[in-house]
């Protein structure tokens, strides 16, 4: 299921930035004494009682500036508050009460969403100062007194925040489902891709980037068998997203791949593999999750003999380390080809599902190790004692060694090119995890 979604907001300046970075243990949000430093809303995960949750880091409201850029701010910092479960106000101890945060409190009551009052800036352990009770009336509700600068106050904040998470809903799919999330910039043809597919016009399309503003699941039974389809608003560049509603978009396509079990990563045939492209290619990898590449739009590229392997071999040098996954090149627009991708996804599903008996991998790995010898420094060598599969989707492989110093990856790439030459496992990454284990 998706994460939940918390997100800070407040006017700015009152340590929404340091807050967040607090919580993430990463330095992500530019802290600055400058109103207005963190124009655009950032998010990371963060886990809390073993659930996780997105929090979202978003620019401060001022709702009485006429700038611009303050107005933009505000405008992303109401698509946060729109779209989260659980919202924490933030407020300074410091300044009191002022114009703007009763503005902001008038606001987000009409939400009738979970609203957590952090009083931030209470530097000091002990008694809360009595400047702390004015809050109240701001009409949120129960106050929590936190420094976010010393990282008081935290962990019952955090309680809090848990207590309002939604609860932990089971994906209610049946298990035979496949989850497919269709991702690529944004106009790249993902809406027409599932239209064709489907066989309907059940998603909006247009020729405007971004009209698909959130993840939408359509269910479809055939031959193939069972497949959820999540059409995502596009990726795109966070430097070229204007529209700010888009930024919000961004986040729910992350989740889509996180959600999904076969990822169709789109391709626009006259523009190629962009930097873009790689990174959602990238980020489905890193998720483990089995991917097709869907080159679109091909019937708009002039061919002579040759151009699809040509084009095919550009494709793998952009994305070198997805050369696991099948390319297909398609017209959503004209239905070439589209009636394979069904075929490609249940395949890719399956290879990544695929479990191995621990002594077939052992015969795979005494030969392996026969052919090409673990490597060896300063005359102490690598030993593989045995290996196992741990789980699936993706394929993960225990390997029980003498030193982890001695493992290296180009050791790892080439058990891993074994076990592909051997099984397939066509589509989907492959994951190691090393273990150290002495022979007695």
Same mark, same amino acid.
């Given at each position: 299921?998706?994460?939940?979604? /918390?997100?800070? =907001? %407040?006017? #700015?300046?009152?340590?929404?930035?340091? !807050?967040? *970075?607090?919580?993430? +243990?990463?330095?992500?949000?530019?802290?600055?004494?400058?109103?207005?430093?963190?124009?655009?809303?950032?998010?990371?995960?963060?886990?809390?009682?073993?659930?996780?949750?997105?929090?979202?880091?978003?620019?401060?409201?001022?709702?009485?500036?006429?700038?611009?850029?303050?107005?933009?701010?505000?405008?992303?910092?109401?698509?946060?508050?729109?779209?989260?479960?659980?919202?924490?106000?933030?407020?300074?101890?410091?300044?009191?009460?002022?114009?703007?945060?009763?503005?902001?409190?008038?606001?987000?009551?009409?939400?009738?969403?979970?609203?957590?009052?952090?009083?931030?800036? /209470?530097?000091? =352990? %002990?008694? #809360?100062?009595?400047?702390?009770?004015? !809050?109240? *009336?701001?009409?949120? +509700?129960?106050?929590?007194?936190?420094?976010?600068?010393?990282?008081?106050?935290?962990?019952?904040?955090?309680?809090?925040?848990?207590?309002?998470?939604?609860?932990?809903?089971?994906?209610?799919?049946?298990?035979?489902?496949?989850?497919?999330?269709?991702?690529?910039?944004?106009?790249?043809?993902?809406?027409?891709?599932?239209?064709?597919?489907?066989?309907?016009?059940?998603?909006?399309?247009?020729?405007?980037?971004?009209?698909?503003?959130?993840?939408?699941?359509?269910?479809?039974?055939?031959?193939?068998?069972?497949?959820?389809?999540?059409?995502?608003?596009?990726?795109?560049?966070?430097?070229?997203?204007?529209?700010?509603?888009?930024?919000?978009?961004?986040?729910?396509?992350?989740?889509?791949?996180?959600?999904?079990?076969?990822?169709?990563?789109?391709?626009?045939?006259?523009?190629?593999?962009?930097?873009?492209?790689?990174?959602?290619?990238?980020?489905?990898?890193?998720?483990?999750?089995?991917?097709?590449?869907?080159?679109?739009?091909?019937?708009?590229?002039?061919?002579?003999?040759?151009?699809?392997?040509?084009?095919?071999?550009?494709?793998?040098?952009?994305?070198?380390?997805?050369?696991?996954?099948?390319?297909?090149?398609?017209?959503?627009?004209?239905?070439?080809?589209?009636?394979?991708?069904?075929?490609?996804?249940?395949?890719?599903?399956?290879?990544?599902?695929?479990?191995?008996?621990?002594?077939?991998?052992?015969?795979?790995?005494?030969?392996?190790?026969?052919?090409?010898?673990?490597?060896?420094?300063?005359?102490?060598?690598?030993?593989?004692?045995?290996?196992?599969?741990?789980?699936?989707?993706?394929?993960?492989?225990?390997?029980?060694?003498?030193?982890?110093?001695?493992?290296?990856?180009?050791?790892?790439?080439?058990?891993?090119?074994?076990?592909?030459?051997?099984?397939?496992?066509?589509?989907?990454?492959?994951?190691?995890?090393?273990?150290?284990?002495?022979?007695?």
């Amino acid at each position: 299921m998706p994460k939940p979604i /918390v997100a800070v =907001v %407040g006017r #700015p300046n009152v340590g929404k930035s340091t !807050f967040f *970075n607090y919580l993430v +243990g990463k330095r992500i949000s530019i802290v600055e004494d400058t109103p207005g430093v963190t124009r655009d809303r950032i998010y990371a995960e963060v886990e809390w009682r073993n659930r996780k949750f997105t929090l979202i880091d978003t620019g401060g409201i001022e709702p009485y500036s006429e700038d611009t850029i303050m107005q933009q701010m505000k405008r992303q910092a109401e698509i946060a508050i729109d779209t989260a479960d659980v919202i924490v106000f933030m407020v300074d101890v410091k300044d009191g009460i002022t114009a703007s945060d009763k503005e902001v409190a008038t606001m987000l009551r009409k939400t009738q969403k979970p609203i957590i009052l952090a009083v931030n800036k /209470v530097d000091q =352990v %002990g008694e #809360p100062p009595a400047d702390v009770y004015e !809050f109240y *009336n701001l009409g949120i +509700g129960e106050i929590m007194t936190i420094s976010s600068i010393h990282g008081l106050g935290m962990g019952d904040l955090l309680d809090e925040i848990f207590k309002y998470l939604p609860e932990e809903d089971i994906e209610d799919y049946e298990e035979d489902v496949i989850k497919v999330a269709v991702v690529g910039k944004p106009n790249v043809g993902k809406s027409s891709l599932i239209n064709r597919i489907i066989g309907e016009d059940r998603v909006i399309v247009s020729d405007i980037p971004g009209t698909t503003r959130d993840a939408i699941d359509t269910f479809i039974e055939n031959e193939h068998g069972k497949f959820v389809f999540i059409d995502t608003a596009g990726i795109r560049r966070q430097s070229k997203i204007n529209e700010k509603i888009e930024k919000y978009s961004t986040i729910r396509s992350w989740t889509a791949i996180e959600r999904a079990d076969v990822c169709l990563i789109l391709i626009d045939a006259q523009e190629g593999v962009t930097e873009q492209d790689t990174k959602i290619a990238g980020y489905a990898h890193e998720q483990g999750k089995a991917s097709v590449i869907v080159v679109n739009k091909w019937d708009l590229v002039e061919k002579e003999t040759g151009t699809l392997e040509e084009y095919r071999k550009k494709v793998h040098e952009k994305l070198g380390f997805m050369l696991y996954a099948p390319v297909i090149f398609i017209s959503a627009m004209t239905g070439q080809r589209v009636d394979k991708t069904y075929g490609l996804i249940k395949y890719v599903s399956e290879q990544a599902a695929m479990r191995i008996s621990t002594g077939v991998l052992n015969d795979l790995l005494n030969e392996a190790t026969a052919m090409v010898q673990p490597p060896s420094d300063k005359g102490k060598r690598l030993k593989i004692y045995y290996m196992t599969q741990a789980s699936v989707k993706p394929p993960t492989f225990i390997l029980f060694i003498n030193d982890m110093k001695l493992m290296h990856y180009s050791y790892e790439r080439y058990l891993e090119n074994q076990l592909r030459k051997s099984f397939g496992f066509e589509g989907t990454p492959i994951r190691f995890i090393l273990r150290e284990k002495e022979r007695e």
